[in-house]
């Protein structure tokens, strides 16, 4: 199995999750000017990371690897326990942070694709920061008595904890969001995801 990512994007979140199930695989890092070469757009036609390599099968969208990671280890229990409860609340915060909290982030990346008037982009920057506290003010009451976003460590965690280091290079207050703070803490603690970072050349 191989995993094709850029350093801290999204694609991270699935070298985390590698990472924490245990079994073999490679990673290939890919700059972001790497990604419009005709060697990547054959791997992944959009240009986009991450995409996954494991035979002959070719995988791209986050969700969908991070779904496919669990299933090929079980054993790592990223999708709970094998109860149908547990899977959903995987899916649930899975679904949070990729359709809800990633694409908060894109007004804040890029307001041109948004508005044309360059005069505007930093109002529809700071209406996005905005928008994305309000949705890591639900991460943060989610995670009040809990370790993990859904009661248990699954592969909706990595993916936050990228946001959560998005959110620290946008410049977006996260003052107060104690409980957020002290998973970013873990998160940053733990050997899967120092292991990931470091092979991305990335800091934690």
């Not at 790497?34 to 991450?50: C, D, H, K, W």
């Not at 996954?52 to 969700?63: C, E, K, M, S, Y």
């Not at 940053?188 to 470091?198: F, I, M, N, T």
């Amino acid at each position: 199995m191989k995993l094709y990512s850029s350093p801290g994007a999204c694609s991270t979140a699935n070298h985390i999750a590698l990472q924490w199930a245990g079994g073999e695989f490679k990673v290939e890092v890919v700059a972001r000017e790497q990604r419009q070469s005709p060697e990547y757009l054959a791997i992944n036609p959009t240009g986009q990371v991450p995409a996954l390599r494991h035979g002959d099968f070719v995988l791209t969208q986050n969700a969908a690897i991070l779904g496919y990671i669990a299933d090929t280890w079980p054993e790592a229990q990223l999708a709970g326990d094998g109860s149908a409860v547990q899977r959903a609340e995987a899916n649930r915060w899975l679904a949070f942070v990729n359709s809800d909290l990633h694409p908060a982030f894109k007004p804040v990346f890029g307001p041109a694709r948004y508005i044309a008037d360059e005069g505007q982009h930093e109002a529809v920057k700071a209406q996005a920061r905005s928008h994305v506290r309000a949705l890591f003010e639900r991460a943060n009451r989610q995670l009040e008595g809990r370790h993990w976003l859904a009661g248990f460590r699954s592969y909706a965690d990595p993916y936050l904890y990228i946001t959560l280091r998005w959110a620290q290079n946008c410049a977006i207050d996260l003052g107060g969001f104690d409980n957020l703070a002290a998973f970013k803490q873990r998160m940053e603690g733990d050997a899967g995801v120092q292991a990931a970072l470091k092979a991305e050349g990335l800091s934690y």
